[in-house]
């Protein structure tokens, strides 16, 4: 059974009664911005906002059976980084020049690439630390970046 307990109140029970002795299961916890969701074998069991602390401790415990136990527990701290901001694109001779200000946190940047703007942009055309890329401009391309952490 999972309690999501919020000034002394569960808000959020789940208890999966079909659960088999001996079995593996996934579970996995994300916390976002005040957004806890859990989800047992990628089946989201509970999403529920709470923003009553901003940081703290994980745990896990099983009360009903001693014999139960947590096998390659982590956590994660997992950065949302900013979308690049202040993108300029501009065509110098035959090279297409691309820019953009420094994301907070990023420690490098993706630029991808499609031949259609509504396209699936799977295309990496080049990832590294700088904020700015450039490449001969020989084809109609569109463009789209991202920040990594």
């Not at 065509?91 to 699936?120: C, F, L, N, R």
């Amino acid at each position: 059974m999972m309690f999501v307990v919020k000034s002394g109140i569960i808000i959020c029970k789940y208890r999966k009664s079909n659960v088999t002795s001996g079995t593996w299961y996934a579970l996995d916890i994300d916390i976002y911005d005040g957004n806890i969701s859990c989800s047992i074998d990628d089946t989201e069991i509970f999403n529920v906002t709470d923003t009553t602390f901003s940081m703290g401790k994980a745990g896990l415990y099983c009360w009903a059976n001693q014999s139960s136990y947590w096998d390659n527990f982590c956590i994660k701290r997992i950065f949302y980084l900013e979308t690049p901001q202040n993108v300029t694109i501009s065509v110098i001779a035959d090279s297409v020049h691309i820019s953009w200000d420094t994301v907070p946190g990023a420690t490098s940047y993706k630029v991808y690439s499609d031949s259609d703007p509504y396209g699936t942009f799977e295309i990496v055309e080049w990832e590294g630390t700088a904020t700015s890329w450039s490449e001969s401009a020989n084809t109609k391309k569109f463009y789209y970046m991202t920040a990594l952490n």
